[in-house]
C-alpha cells in the first residue's frame, strides 16, 4: 500500500493578526473622529477609507503562504497565486534568510519558508530533489555557574 501524498503549507503564525489589531486602534480614531462643522454632527467623511488599511492586513495574513506537495510548489501572495511544478524547477537559492525557487526564467521568492524547513520540503519532493539532513537545534547556554 503506498503512502499518502503530503502536502506541507507554510503561513504566517497566527500572532500577526495582533498587527491587524494594533492597525485598527491607530486607524478607527483618524477615520471616526469629527470633521469640525458647526453643528458638531461627526460625519462620514473621505477618513473612513483608512479602514481599508487593517482589512487589507487581515486578507495578506490570511492568503500568504507556501504550498508544497507532490505535484510542486504553489506560492500564494495578496492578489494571485503561481504554481510551480517539480519539472520546471532547478532548486533552491538561500540568500540570508529568504529562500528562492530557481526556474530557467527567473527566481521566485517563497514567503514563510525558512532554512529549517528545507529537509522537510525535500522529503516531500518524492526524490526529485537531494535529501537534506534535519536541522540540529542549537539551545542558548545555561547562565547558571556548574
Known amino acids: 500500500m503506498s503512502e499518502p501524498a503530503k502536502t506541507l503549507v507554510f503561513r504566517l ?11 485598527l486602534f491607530c486607524t478607527a480614531p483618524l477615520a471616526f473622529s469629527e470633521s469640525g462643522d458647526a453643528d458638531g454632527d461627526a460625519a462620514l467623511t473621505w477618513r473612513v477609507a483608512l479602514l481599508v488599511i487593517p482589512l487589507l492586513a487581515t486578507v495578506f495574513i490570511a492568503r500568504t503562504a ?20 517539480w519539472s520546471t524547477l532547478e532548486g533552491f537559492s ?16 517563497l514567503p514563510c519558508v525558512r532554512t529549517a524547513d ?8 518524492g526524490g526529485r530533489l537531494p535529501e537534506v539532513r ?9 547562565r547558571r555557574r556548574r
Open 13 to 23: 503564525p497566527r500572532s500577526a493578526y495582533l498587527t491587524v489589531l494594533f492597525l
Open 66 to 85: 507556501t504550498v508544497v506537495s507532490g505535484a510542486g510548489v504553489r506560492v500564494r501572495a495578496l492578489f494571485g497565486s503561481r504554481m510551480m511544478p
Open 94 to 109: 538561500v540568500t540570508g534568510r529568504a529562500i528562492y525557487a530557481v526556474q530557467p526564467d527567473g527566481s521566485v521568492r
Open 118 to 125: 528545507l529537509a522537510a520540503i525535500a522529503r516531500v519532493s
Open 134 to 142: 534535519d536541522p540540529v537545534r542549537k539551545y542558548a547556554p545555561s
